[in-house]
C-alpha cells in the first residue's frame, strides 16, 4: 500500500469536529468575506508570532505581491533573491515590474548564502527577499545586519514553508520587517484552499497592506492607492482557526519525525539538508541529497513510498527567467537542484510508515 506524501486526510480526522463547527458557523452567519473569524485569526497569528500585525491574504504569492507593491516597488528597481525556491518568490518580483537579482545558496541548507548578498547590492536594490526553504530560516540575523548597514534595506521574509519555525528562539514571520507565509493545503499551517498572511510590526505599512488586499480603499468605495482583490476567505481562517488548537503538537510532531530522519540519514551515511542549532527547521519538506535520484525515487515507488523534487530547476534557469539570468552565476544551487529529494513528512506521518520508508532506504543502500 502507497503511504501518503503528506496525509491531510488523517488531520482532517482528527479534527473534523471542530473543523467541521467552524465551517457551519461561517455558513449560519453568512458573512463569508472579512467575517468574524477573519479578524479572530489575524489577532491569533499575530499572538503566535509575536509580530504587531497580521494581515490575511488569499495566497503566499499575495503576500508577497502585496509586500513589494506596498515598499513600492517597481520599475527600475532590484530585490535580491535565491534561485532555488518556488517560482513565486521570483514571480513577483517580475510582475511589479522590478528586477530579481539571484544570489547562490549555502550547499548544507540550500538557503540564500548571506555572503554573497552584499556584492548584489546596488543604488536600485529595494528589498532582500530570503526564502525560509524547507521550513528552516535562512541566517535572518546577518541578512538584516547587511541590509541594515546598506540603507536599511527592508528584508522580506518568504516564510511560505516556515509558519512555526524559530530563529534564535523568534518565530518565523517577525524575523524581519516583513514576513510572509502561505496557508496552501500542504504547507506546515495549511487551510482548505488558497490562503496567506502578512505580518509586521510597522503600523503604516500594515495599514497600507489592509488597502492593498481591497483594492486600495482606505474606507468603502473610497480608493486611496492601486490595489487588488486579495482577501482570505472567512472559511478558510474557520479551517486555520480550529487547525490552530492541534499546531503546536504538530510542530512538535515535525520536529521528532526530523530528528528520527537525521539520526538514521546520518547512521546510513546519506547526505542530507543540514539543520542550524540555532534555529528550528518544521519540516515543510524533509530532503536528502542523492546522485542517482532518479533510482532511488523509483526504487521507494516500487515499494510504495511516494517522493518528490523541491525543486529541479533553479529560476535563473528557466525560460521565463531567461532576461534576469546570469549563467553559471549561481552554481551550488545548479548542482544541489539535480540531486534534491524529498521523503514523506508530516505530523499524522506514524512510527509505522515511517519505519517503512526508512527500510526501503536501507534496502536501496544495500542492493
Ligand atoms: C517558497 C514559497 N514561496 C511562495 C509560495 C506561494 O504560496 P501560495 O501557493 O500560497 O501562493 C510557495 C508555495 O508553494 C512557496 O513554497
Given at each position: 500500500m502507497t503511504i501518503p506524501f503528506?496525509?491531510?486526510k488523517a488531520q482532517y480526522q482528527a479534527l473534523k469536529h471542530d473543523?467541521?463547527?467552524?465551517?457551519?458557523?461561517?455558513?449560519?452567519?453568512?458573512?463569508?468575506?472579512?467575517?468574524?473569524?477573519?479578524?479572530?485569526?489575524?489577532?491569533?497569528?499575530?499572538?503566535?508570532?509575536?509580530?504587531?500585525?497580521?494581515?490575511?491574504?488569499?495566497?503566499?504569492?499575495d503576500a508577497l505581491l502585496l509586500s513589494l507593491m506596498g515598499l513600492g516597488i517597481g520599475p527600475g528597481d532590484e530585490v535580491i533573491t535565491t534561485p532555488f525556491?518556488?517560482?513565486?518568490?521570483?514571480?513577483?518580483?517580475?510582475?511589479?515590474?522590478?528586477?530579481?537579482?539571484?544570489?547562490?545558496?549555502?550547499?548544507?541548507?540550500?538557503?540564500?548564502?548571506?555572503?554573497?548578498?552584499?556584492e548584489k547590492i546596488t543604488a536600485q536594490t529595494k528589498a532582500i527577499m530570503p526564502v525560509s526553504l524547507?521550513?528552516?530560516?535562512?541566517d535572518m540575523d546577518e541578512i538584516n545586519a547587511i541590509a541594515a548597514r546598506n540603507g536599511n534595506i527592508p528584508v522580506i521574509e518568504d516564510a511560505a514553508q516556515s509558519f512555526g519555525a524559530t530563529f534564535k528562539g523568534r518565530?518565523?514571520?517577525?524575523?524581519?520587517a516583513i514576513g510572509c507565509t502561505s496557508f496552501f493545503p500542504s504547507k506546515p499551517l495549511g487551510c482548505y484552499g488558497d490562503g496567506g498572511a502578512i505580518f509586521t510590526n510597522n503600523d503604516n505599512l500594515a495599514q497600507i497592506f489592509r488597502e492593498l488586499r481591497v483594492h486600495?480603499?482606505?474606507?468603502?468605495?473610497?480608493?486611496?492607492?492601486?490595489?487588488?482583490?486579495?482577501?482570505?476567505?472567512?472559511?478558510?481562517?474557520?479551517?486555520?482557526l480550529a487547525k490552530l488548537e492541534r499546531f503546536d503538537w504538530e510542530i512538535e510532531r515535525r520536529l521528532e519525525i526530523g530528528a528520527v530522519y537525521n539520526n538514521a540519514l546520518d547512521n546510513a551515511g546519506i547526505e542530507r539538508v543540514q539543520q542550524r542549532p540555532d534555529r528550528t527547521s518544521v519540516f515543510a519538506q524533509y530532503t536528502l541529497i542523492s546522485a542517482d535520484r532518479d533510482s532511488l525515487a523509483a526504487s521507494l515507488q516500487e515499494q510504495g513510498i511516494p517522493t518528490a523534487v523541491h525543486y529541479p530547476i533553479p529560476l535563473n534557469e528557466q525560460?521565463?527567467?531567461?532576461?534576469?539570468?546570469?549563467?553559471?552565476?549561481?552554481?551550488?544551487?545548479?548542482r544541489i537542484a539535480k540531486k534534491v529529494i524529498s521523503l514523506p513528512m508530516g505530523p499524522d506521518l506514524d512510527h509505522v510508515h515511517q519505519?517503512?520508508?526508512?527500510?526501503?532506504?536501507?534496502?536501496?543502500?544495500s542492493s
Open positions: 503528506i496525509d491531510l473543523i467541521d463547527a467552524r465551517i457551519h458557523k461561517v455558513l449560519d452567519h453568512g458573512q463569508y468575506i472579512l467575517g468574524p473569524e477573519v479578524a479572530e485569526l489575524e489577532d491569533k497569528l499575530a499572538q503566535y508570532t509575536g509580530a504587531k500585525h497580521c494581515i490575511t491574504v488569499s495566497s503566499g504569492t525556491t518556488f517560482v513565486a518568490t521570483a514571480e513577483v518580483i517580475v510582475l511589479v515590474g522590478a528586477k530579481p537579482v539571484f544570489v547562490d545558496i549555502e550547499p548544507d541548507t540550500c538557503n540564500i548564502d548571506s555572503r554573497l548578498i552584499e524547507y521550513g528552516q530560516p535562512a518565530k518565523s514571520c517577525n524575523l524581519s486600495g480603499q482606505s474606507e468603502r468605495y473610497v480608493h486611496t492607492r492601486i490595489g487588488v482583490g486579495a482577501r482570505m476567505d472567512s472559511i478558510q481562517c474557520a479551517v486555520l525560460a521565463a527567467y531567461q532576461s534576469f539570468c546570469c549563467p553559471d552565476c549561481t552554481p551550488i544551487a545548479q519505519g517503512r520508508v526508512l527500510s526501503a532506504l536501507e534496502g536501496y543502500l
